[in-house]
Protein backbone atom coordinates (compact mmCIF):
# COMPACT_ATOMS: atom_id res chain seq x y z
CA UNK A 1 0.00 0.00 0.00
CA UNK A 2 3.06 2.11 -0.86
CA UNK A 3 2.08 6.01 -1.60
CA UNK A 4 5.24 7.22 -3.60
CA UNK A 5 7.79 4.23 -4.79
CA UNK A 6 10.72 4.63 -6.54
CA UNK A 7 13.31 2.13 -7.87
CA UNK A 8 16.19 1.59 -6.69
CA UNK A 9 16.71 2.63 -3.68
CA UNK A 10 20.46 2.03 -4.57
CA UNK A 11 22.03 3.10 -7.36
CA UNK A 12 26.36 2.46 -7.74
CA UNK A 13 27.56 3.52 -11.14
CA UNK A 14 30.33 4.63 -12.97
CA UNK A 15 31.06 7.96 -14.72
CA UNK A 16 30.17 8.26 -18.31
CA UNK A 17 26.99 5.93 -17.36
CA UNK A 18 23.35 6.00 -18.42
CA UNK A 19 21.07 5.32 -16.08
CA UNK A 20 17.26 5.43 -15.17
CA UNK A 21 15.44 5.74 -11.88
CA UNK A 22 11.34 5.04 -11.70
CA UNK A 23 8.90 6.80 -9.88
CA UNK A 24 5.19 5.52 -9.05
CA UNK A 25 2.37 6.77 -7.11
CA UNK A 26 -0.75 5.07 -6.13
CA UNK A 27 -2.67 8.16 -4.81
CA UNK A 28 -4.63 9.15 -7.81
CA UNK A 29 -2.34 13.03 -8.31
CA UNK A 30 -2.47 14.62 -11.64
CA UNK A 31 1.40 16.42 -10.35
CA UNK A 32 4.33 14.74 -9.51
CA UNK A 33 7.89 15.80 -9.15
CA UNK A 34 11.87 15.16 -8.98
CA UNK A 35 13.89 16.89 -6.18
CA UNK A 36 18.05 16.59 -5.38
CA UNK A 37 19.04 16.59 -2.45
CA UNK A 38 22.87 16.79 -2.47
CA UNK A 39 25.33 15.92 0.74
CA UNK A 40 24.42 18.93 2.62
CA UNK A 41 20.32 17.96 2.93
CA UNK A 42 19.78 21.08 0.33
CA UNK A 43 16.61 20.42 -1.23
CA UNK A 44 16.01 21.46 -4.75
CA UNK A 45 12.79 20.62 -6.96
CA UNK A 46 14.02 19.54 -10.74
CA UNK A 47 10.76 19.09 -12.75
CA UNK A 48 6.88 19.41 -12.11
CA UNK A 49 4.73 17.03 -14.27
CA UNK A 50 1.07 17.63 -14.59
CA UNK A 51 -1.11 15.08 -16.30
CA UNK A 52 1.94 13.96 -18.14
CA UNK A 53 2.30 17.69 -19.43
CA UNK A 54 6.32 19.08 -18.18
CA UNK A 55 5.45 22.07 -15.95
CA UNK A 56 8.31 23.26 -14.09
CA UNK A 57 12.33 22.20 -15.61
CA UNK A 58 14.72 24.10 -13.08
CA UNK A 59 17.75 24.62 -15.39
CA UNK A 60 18.53 21.29 -15.10
CA UNK A 61 20.85 19.84 -17.69
CA UNK A 62 19.54 18.34 -20.30
CA UNK A 63 21.68 15.03 -19.60
CA UNK A 64 18.49 14.72 -17.41
CA UNK A 65 15.11 13.49 -19.11
CA UNK A 66 12.29 13.00 -17.19
CA UNK A 67 9.49 10.99 -19.17
CA UNK A 68 5.97 10.45 -17.63
CA UNK A 69 4.50 7.74 -19.24
CA UNK A 70 0.89 7.79 -17.70
CA UNK A 71 0.09 10.11 -14.73
CA UNK A 72 1.01 7.62 -11.99
CA UNK A 73 4.67 7.19 -13.39
CA UNK A 74 7.54 9.94 -13.63
CA UNK A 75 10.68 8.24 -14.40
CA UNK A 76 14.04 10.03 -14.78
CA UNK A 77 16.97 9.39 -17.10
CA UNK A 78 20.19 10.56 -16.47
CA UNK A 79 22.52 10.43 -19.36
CA UNK A 80 26.33 11.10 -19.34
CA UNK A 81 26.71 10.62 -15.16
CA UNK A 82 29.14 12.83 -13.97
CA UNK A 83 30.50 12.43 -10.14
CA UNK A 84 28.37 15.84 -9.17
CA UNK A 85 25.15 13.93 -10.21
CA UNK A 86 25.64 12.07 -6.36
CA UNK A 87 22.66 12.69 -4.15
CA UNK A 88 19.25 11.37 -3.16
CA UNK A 89 16.52 11.92 -5.61
CA UNK A 90 13.33 11.96 -4.49
CA UNK A 91 10.33 11.39 -6.03
CA UNK A 92 7.13 13.05 -4.68
CA UNK A 93 3.25 13.58 -5.67
CA UNK A 94 0.40 16.10 -4.97
CA UNK A 95 -3.11 16.33 -5.94
CA UNK A 96 -2.50 18.92 -8.32
CA UNK A 97 -0.40 21.99 -9.03
CA UNK A 98 0.43 24.77 -6.77
CA UNK A 99 1.57 24.20 -3.32
CA UNK A 100 -1.54 25.09 -1.01
CA UNK A 101 -3.50 24.31 1.94
CA UNK A 102 -5.07 20.74 0.83
CA UNK A 103 -2.60 20.27 -1.92
CA UNK A 104 0.15 18.42 0.38
CA UNK A 105 2.93 17.21 -2.05
CA UNK A 106 3.72 13.02 -0.63
CA UNK A 107 7.54 12.09 -0.91
CA UNK A 108 8.96 8.64 -2.25
CA UNK A 109 11.41 7.13 0.05
CA UNK A 110 14.60 8.47 -2.44
CA UNK A 111 17.05 7.15 -4.54
CA UNK A 112 20.53 7.40 -3.58
CA UNK A 113 22.71 7.33 -6.13
CA UNK A 114 26.48 7.44 -5.90
CA UNK A 115 28.46 7.97 -9.08
CA UNK A 116 32.29 6.70 -9.15
CA UNK B 1 18.63 35.45 -4.87
CA UNK B 2 16.07 34.65 -3.06
CA UNK B 3 16.57 31.67 -0.85
CA UNK B 4 14.79 30.27 2.75
CA UNK B 5 17.51 29.70 5.40
CA UNK B 6 17.95 28.40 8.98
CA UNK B 7 19.62 29.90 11.95
CA UNK B 8 20.83 26.74 13.25
CA UNK B 9 21.91 23.53 11.54
CA UNK B 10 22.02 20.74 14.12
CA UNK B 11 19.89 21.45 18.03
CA UNK B 12 20.12 19.01 20.87
CA UNK B 13 17.48 18.65 23.16
CA UNK B 14 16.64 17.06 26.15
CA UNK B 15 13.70 14.29 25.90
CA UNK B 16 10.74 15.77 27.68
CA UNK B 17 11.90 19.55 26.83
CA UNK B 18 10.38 21.60 23.92
CA UNK B 19 12.29 22.18 20.94
CA UNK B 20 12.11 25.40 18.38
CA UNK B 21 13.89 25.26 14.82
CA UNK B 22 13.92 28.64 13.04
CA UNK B 23 13.85 29.58 9.75
CA UNK B 24 14.40 32.83 7.99
CA UNK B 25 13.17 33.75 4.49
CA UNK B 26 13.83 36.90 2.04
CA UNK B 27 11.06 36.37 -0.43
CA UNK B 28 8.79 39.23 0.75
CA UNK B 29 6.24 37.55 -1.71
CA UNK B 30 6.18 33.97 -0.12
CA UNK B 31 2.83 33.67 1.02
CA UNK B 32 2.48 29.95 2.35
CA UNK B 33 4.63 27.80 4.18
CA UNK B 34 5.55 24.58 5.00
CA UNK B 35 7.44 22.60 7.70
CA UNK B 36 8.81 18.93 6.63
CA UNK B 37 9.93 16.71 8.75
CA UNK B 38 13.38 13.81 7.18
CA UNK B 39 13.67 10.88 9.24
CA UNK B 40 16.93 8.93 8.31
CA UNK B 41 16.50 7.18 5.19
CA UNK B 42 13.23 8.89 4.54
CA UNK B 43 11.59 11.05 2.78
CA UNK B 44 10.51 14.62 3.73
CA UNK B 45 7.03 14.05 5.65
CA UNK B 46 4.60 17.40 5.92
CA UNK B 47 3.96 18.10 9.54
CA UNK B 48 2.42 21.49 9.50
CA UNK B 49 1.61 24.34 7.02
CA UNK B 50 0.71 28.20 7.74
CA UNK B 51 -0.35 30.48 5.01
CA UNK B 52 0.73 34.29 5.35
CA UNK B 53 -2.47 35.72 6.58
CA UNK B 54 -2.44 33.64 10.11
CA UNK B 55 0.64 34.31 12.30
CA UNK B 56 0.24 31.33 14.34
CA UNK B 57 -1.40 27.37 14.18
CA UNK B 58 -1.07 24.58 16.09
CA UNK B 59 -0.95 21.15 15.44
CA UNK B 60 -0.43 18.03 17.54
CA UNK B 61 2.56 19.05 19.70
CA UNK B 62 3.76 21.48 17.07
CA UNK B 63 2.93 24.98 16.58
CA UNK B 64 4.27 27.25 13.71
CA UNK B 65 4.68 30.90 13.99
CA UNK B 66 5.26 33.46 11.09
CA UNK B 67 6.50 37.10 11.64
CA UNK B 68 5.92 38.58 8.79
CA UNK B 69 7.41 41.75 9.15
CA UNK B 70 11.17 40.26 9.91
CA UNK B 71 10.76 37.16 7.62
CA UNK B 72 10.62 34.75 10.35
CA UNK B 73 9.21 31.45 10.62
CA UNK B 74 9.54 28.59 13.46
CA UNK B 75 8.61 25.24 14.14
CA UNK B 76 8.12 24.46 18.04
CA UNK B 77 7.70 20.58 19.15
CA UNK B 78 6.29 20.47 22.84
CA UNK B 79 7.35 17.32 25.13
CA UNK B 80 9.86 16.33 22.69
CA UNK B 81 10.20 12.28 21.96
CA UNK B 82 13.32 10.20 20.74
CA UNK B 83 10.93 9.84 17.22
CA UNK B 84 11.22 13.35 17.01
CA UNK B 85 14.79 13.18 16.07
CA UNK B 86 14.95 14.43 12.45
CA UNK B 87 16.13 16.94 9.68
CA UNK B 88 13.20 19.84 9.89
CA UNK B 89 13.04 21.48 6.94
CA UNK B 90 10.54 24.82 6.17
CA UNK B 91 9.59 25.20 2.82
CA UNK B 92 7.85 28.42 1.49
CA UNK B 93 5.91 29.52 -1.75
CA UNK B 94 4.92 31.89 -3.94
CA UNK B 95 0.66 31.69 -4.68
CA UNK B 96 -0.06 32.63 -8.24
CA UNK B 97 -2.48 31.23 -11.20
CA UNK B 98 0.20 29.91 -13.62
CA UNK B 99 0.38 26.58 -12.00
CA UNK B 100 4.47 26.67 -12.05
CA UNK B 101 4.88 27.37 -8.13
CA UNK B 102 7.33 25.25 -6.58
CA UNK B 103 8.60 24.84 -3.15
CA UNK B 104 11.83 26.38 -1.87
CA UNK B 105 13.71 24.40 0.79
CA UNK B 106 15.76 25.65 3.78
CA UNK B 107 18.79 24.20 4.55
CA UNK B 108 17.34 21.64 6.92
CA UNK B 109 18.01 21.79 10.75
CA UNK B 110 19.19 18.50 12.68
CA UNK B 111 17.21 18.13 15.60
CA UNK B 112 18.50 15.04 18.29
CA UNK B 113 16.50 14.17 20.80
CA UNK B 114 18.34 13.15 23.88
CA UNK B 115 17.20 10.12 25.91
Known amino acids: DTAVSQTPKYLVTQMGNDKSIKCEQNLGHDTMYWYKQDSKKFLKIMFSYNNKELIINETVPNRFSPKSPDKAHLNLHINSLELGDSAVYFC???????????????FGPGTRLTVL | GESVGLHLPTLSVQEGDNSIINCAYS??????FIWYKQESGKGPQFIID?????DKRQGQRVTVLLNKTVKHLSLQIAATQPGDSAVYFC??????????????FGTGTRLTIIP
Open chain 2, 27 to 32: NSASDY
Open chain 1, 92 to 106: ASSPRLAPSEYNEQF
Open chain 2, 91 to 104: AETRGSNFGNEKLT
Open chain 2, 50 to 54: IRSNM
